[in-house]
């Protein structure tokens, strides 16, 4: 039987990296089991790392036109915002469940956050994000007029409870965006670490990951026990 997310509650932020790629249904399962625990005070905020075995998800702005190659990976469809969205092996994928009863109850600044987070993460590995007026992620120079998307940003909130979040490439197949239109926007393109010329391993990126959060959030994250493989 899969581990619970359920604790008892404990002051900061936890962190809890999974053991192996986690099916998506498992891994929103999990979330919702986790709003639920911090809604009814039996747990407390999580920042969740896994990565997932090649899918698709359709957030609530998806439009199926924009799925290149149907039948290539499987496509769930789910409740965060936003349009297709690639995972897959090589991308972490960070899901962030926070009490935003305690920050002022400010999706705009919650978003703002997510991007700071993943723009100073980046930023580590010696590549500069940034945010664009009109699309949704971090995005990079990668050559003259050109620019590319290399960390993703969807979320859902269930009474100020957190929960999705975000998704950075550090080495995934690139190849695999070319079954989707990701996040409906044709005219730029997918990168990642790796395709910049960083080389730089999941448990670094998570070591960045960890260290900027405390800075963006407030609160460094203190471990929990890794969850069990599905």
């Keep these: 039987m899969a581990a619970s997310l359920t604790r008892d509650p404990a002051p900061g932020i936890a962190w809890q990296r999974a053991k192996a790629p986690i099916a998506y249904e498992a891994a929103v399962r999990r979330m919702e089991e986790r709003v639920a625990a911090i809604l009814d005070g039996t747990s407390g ?24 190659q149907p039948g290539r990976f499987p496509v769930h469809e789910t409740g965060r915002g936003g349009r297709l969205t690639y995972h897959g092996p090589g991308q972490r994928v960070a899901y962030v469940m926070l009490d935003l009863r305690t920050r002022g109850q400010d999706l705009r600044r919650y978003v703002h956050d997510l991007e ?27 050559g003259p007029g050109g620019e590319a998307k290399i960390a993703a940003i969807g979320v859902r909130v269930r009474r100020w409870i957190t929960f999705h979040g975000v998704a950075l490439n550090v080495n ?7 079954a989707i239109v990701p996040c409906g926007i044709s005219e730029h393109g997918v990168t990642s670490l790796a395709a910049l010329g960083v080389d730089a391993t999941m448990a670094a990126v998570d070591d ?13 994250p203190s471990p929990e026990p890794a969850l069990d493989p599905i």
């Design 172 to 178: 995934p197949a690139l190849d695999h965006f070319e």
């Design 116 to 142: 700071e987070w993943l723009i100073r993460t980046v930023a580590r590995f010696g590549v500069e994000g940034g945010r664009r007026d009109g699309r949704v992620g971090i995005w990079v120079e990668t």
């Design 45 to 68: 905020p999580l920042l969740w790392l896994v990565e997932h075995p090649p899918l698709i998800t359709a957030g609530t702005s998806a439009s199926y036109d924009d799925l290149r």
């Design 208 to 220: 960045a990951l960890l260290r900027t959060f405390g800075e963006v959030f407030g609160a460094a």
